[in-house]
């Protein structure tokens, strides 16, 4: 479907559907189903990326960058009154927020099947000093479970799919982990007079660089060791160093830790989220390649009655939202408390603000006919 909007109301209209059905799980989307399994050959094309065109941090100017997303910075607002702020207003104007929206979002969305995809950190749970602790309040999971009773829901984020999946706790929800380098369905309850429970069907673009990943993660906890602070978490397909915790005179000696290590894996790039450098392989696939993936595999892409939703919070989410903008396919929605720019359409404030809207889209699928 085309875009076609101003920045306060963007309004849907519908191409002919041009994608096949490949995967059908989720019940509202059995129109779509096939045989329930990811294809075996991947039919996104997953190229890798020329090391000398990279929106690389190891590139230019990659301590400011490390400053730039630092929460001292992009939330430096956070607690505070706006609504009078000019800059703020005019902001909100280009993206408005998706909770006063709501009835012009599902008004769009008549007629068409909404698929929901969330971001974690940020998103779902707070950002938290310990990214171990980032956990999951019980009434967000509730809200959570309850929208994907009506809409196909995802998780896409930088952590390892398990590592997700483990704070959210839900088997019915589709995760993308690792940026969405890792990729599995739901669990499927066991059927007829079977007690088989099915597990989910896994996508992994990236498998062949496990064991480099591997051998950086254990460099990297070895040479940051030292560093007060510093923590480095293996996310499976990519390696998360965060520096949130660390003073600020030592940021650049983290920076150099990783840049230092990386000079060995050429097949390896370094790119940074909010306090976190991360390395990742050099290959042509992010989130808004999970959203396209996770689509064409529903048999959703480009189709006239889908309308994919993303909330997510991280630059890493703009390869989202660009994804769709760009295709005129739906709806990105930033969570910042602070004005930024963004490919989003809409925002939201807050994690708080993030399930208010999702208890409000169950709402509206809950008393459709």
């Known amino acids: 479907m085309d875009l076609k909007a101003n920045h306060s109301a963007p309004i849907l209209t519908d191409p002919t559907p041009i994608t096949k059905p490949r995967v059908g799980i989720h019940d509202s989307l059995l129109p779509y189903s096939s045989s329930g399994v990811f294809s075996q050959a991947p039919y996104l094309k997953t190229q890798r990326k020329k090391p000398g065109l990279l929106d690389d941090v190891r590139s230019t100017n990659w301590l400011d960058a490390m400053k730039s997303s ?3 910075n992009i939330i430096k ?26 009835e012009q979002i599902v008004n769009n969305a008549s007629g068409k099947r909404i698929a929901l995809f969330l971001d974690y950190d940020g998103t779902l749970s707070p950002i938290v000093d310990n990214p171990d602790h980032a956990f999951m309040s019980n009434v ?8 994907a009773k009506y809409v196909p829901t995802a998780i896409i984020s930088g952590r390892s799919r398990e590592k997700v999946h483990k704070f959210v706790g839900l088997k019915e929800l589709y995760y993308a982990g690792s940026h969405g380098m890792d990729i599995m369905g739901p669990v499927q309850p066991p059927t007829g007079h079977s007690t088989e429970v ?35 978490e293996d996310n499976k397909f990519c390696v998360s160093v965060h520096y949130r915790n660390v003073d600020e005179k030592n940021w650049k000696t983290v920076a150099e830790c990783v840049d230092d290590t990386l000079k060995n894996y050429p097949r390896l790039r ?4 909010r ?3 991360e390395i990742r392989p050099v290959l042509e ?13 529903l048999g959703l892409s480009n189709c006239d009655d889908v309308l994919p939703i993303y909330v997510g919070d991280d630059r890493t989410d703009e390869d989202a939202f660009k994804f769709l903008r760009e295709g005129g396919r739906g709806y990105g929605i930033l969570v910042t408390p602070a004005p930024k720019e963004s490919s989003a359409y809409y925002s939201l404030r807050d ?19």
Request: net charge neutral.
């Open 270 to 273: 370094l790119t940074h989220g």
């Open 77 to 102: 607002n956070n607690g505070t009154d706006l609504s009078n702020d000019v800059a703020y207003c005019n902001w909100m104007l280009k993206y408005p927020s998706a909770l006063t929206s709501i």
């Open 70 to 72: 630092s929460p001292r």
């Open 140 to 147: 967000m999971r509730a809200a959570v479970r309850n929208v």
């Open 198 to 232: 099915i597990e989910g069907n896994l996508y992994q673009p990236a498998s062949e660089f496990l064991p480099m990943i591997n051998e950086v993660f254990v460099s990297l906890v070895e040479i940051t060791k030292n560093i007060e602070g510093a923590k480095v």
């Open 285 to 297: 696939w992010n989130k808004g390649k999970a959203v396209e993936f996770l689509l064409e595999s």
């Open 275 to 277: 306090m976190v450098l």
């Open 351 to 369: 994690t708080s603000e993030v399930m208010e809207f999702i208890n409000l889209l169950a709402m509206h699928k809950k008393s459709l006919p």
